[in-house]
């Protein structure tokens, strides 16, 4: 692939991903290694597939550590359903560690939204042990009156 094609191609992904911003980490090294002519042949058939996928209207950021609901933006920001829950440091970010902790959180927001619990990084990562206890005791109003006091009411 030509110089001229591989930066087309880069700059259509680019626009229709928001700046690149839609997209997972790993995928905007993959597009400075294809503008750069770096990829080997894997490379550019995951380069020209995330193209084709882009420009078909099928992609579809993919999910962090594949948790679904999960994903981690270029800042290192971790999102349930697009709500900023965790911030990650980069080279920590895809360590096994991180996977399994990015597990418990999506499982954590998933059983706080069938409560109607509202999900924030407070109630995700700060006060968790705090909201877990009150379920666990079936405290329903000291729940609803320390989540109204943090400010995390549904």
């Not at 993919?62 to 697009?82: C, I, N, S």
């Amino acid at each position: 692939m030509d110089v001229s094609e591989r930066c087309d191609k880069a700059c259509l992904i680019l626009k229709a991903t928001n700046d690149g911003d839609d997209l997972a980490p790993p995928e905007l090294s993959l597009i400075e290694g294809a503008v750069n002519g770096f990829l080997n042949d894997a490379g550019w058939l995951v380069f020209n597939d995330l193209y084709e996928r882009v420009n078909n209207g099928t992609y579809k950021t993919p999910w962090f550590h594949d948790v679904e609901h999960m994903t981690y933006d270029h800042e290192g920001y971790v999102r349930y359903k697009g709500i900023d829950v965790e911030h990650f440091g980069t080279a920590w970010a895809w360590s096994d560690e991180a996977k399994e902790y990015v597990k418990s959180l999506a499982d954590r927001a998933a059983r706080y939204e069938k409560l109607n619990i509202k999900i924030t990084s407070n109630t995700m990562v700060w006060s968790y042990e705090t909201v877990d206890k009150l379920i666990e005791d079936k405290d329903t109003e000291g729940l609803a009156k320390y989540l109204n006091t943090t400010k995390d009411a549904a």
